[in-house]
T-cell receptor, first 111, second 112 residues
């Protein structure tokens, strides 16, 4: 298995633009998580899904953020409109009772 | 919700010394406690974990202890090497496959 695949690896965008981050979880994993990492706030959970259903989105900072999981092999995290304070590394992770794996992350810079 | 506190925020040791990082958690329902190592620009990597029915676990130079009554757990690295230099995160969860609440991280530097 190729692991959790995230794209793009790096994204630079202008303030106000829409940004979409993508994640392909490990096949057979029934949980998918989106985490955000910043120097100020560390690693924090944004939202997670179980069997494609959002379970807890209490970490989503505001309405500008949305996440979807249309099927077991794909999830997106969208920011619209983006702001400079959204600059961070966004990690997707997937898990089952047999393992928990992080993707390589997307480094987002909003200028 | 769960709150995890981690100390120290930075730790500097000489090669061969031991390093200890401590974490406390608030939710008594948490019963899974992993430790992650993150190198610069990389993803967090699981290095060891412990479940609440175990008090101590060891894997070569790394060990973790858990005191469920006091709600604290610790990472112990013996015979440190320069390649141990990284950021270490503790975390707590209700299940090994569930959402993780992370500590703030410890920057460990091992000087040759």
């Amino acid at each position: 298995d190729a692991g959790v695949i995230q794209s793009p690896r790096h994204e630079v965008t202008e303030m106000g633009q829409e940004v979409t981050l993508r994640c392909k979880p490990i096949s057979g994993h029934d949980y998918l998580f989106w985490y955000r990492q910043t120097m100020m706030r560390g690693l924090e959970l944004l939202i997670y899904f179980n069997n494609n259903v959002p379970i807890d989105d209490s970490g989503m900072p505001e309405d500008r953020f949305s996440a979807k999981m249309p099927n077991a092999s794909f999830s997106t995290l969208k920011i619209q409109p983006s702001e400079p304070r959204d600059s961070a590394v966004y990690f997707c992770a997937s898990s089952s009772r047999y393992g928990y794996t992080f993707g390589s992350g997307t480094r987002l810079t909003v200028v | 919700g769960e709150n995890v506190e981690q100390h120290p925020s930075t730790l500097s040791v000489q090669e061969g010394d031991s390093a200890v990082i401590k974490c406390t958690y608030s939710d008594s329902a948490s019963n899974y406690f992993p430790w992650y190592k993150q190198e610069l620009g990389k993803r967090p990597q699981l290095i060891i974990d412990i479940r609440s029915n175990v008090g101590e676990k060891k894997d070569q130079r790394i060990a973790v202890t858990l005191n469920k009554t006091a709600k604290h757990f610790s990472l112990h690295i013996t015979e440190t090497q320069p390649e141990d230099s990284a950021v270490y995160f503790c975390a707590a969860s209700k299940a090994s496959y569930g959402k993780l609440t992370f500590g703030q991280g410890t920057i460990l530097t091992v000087h040759p």
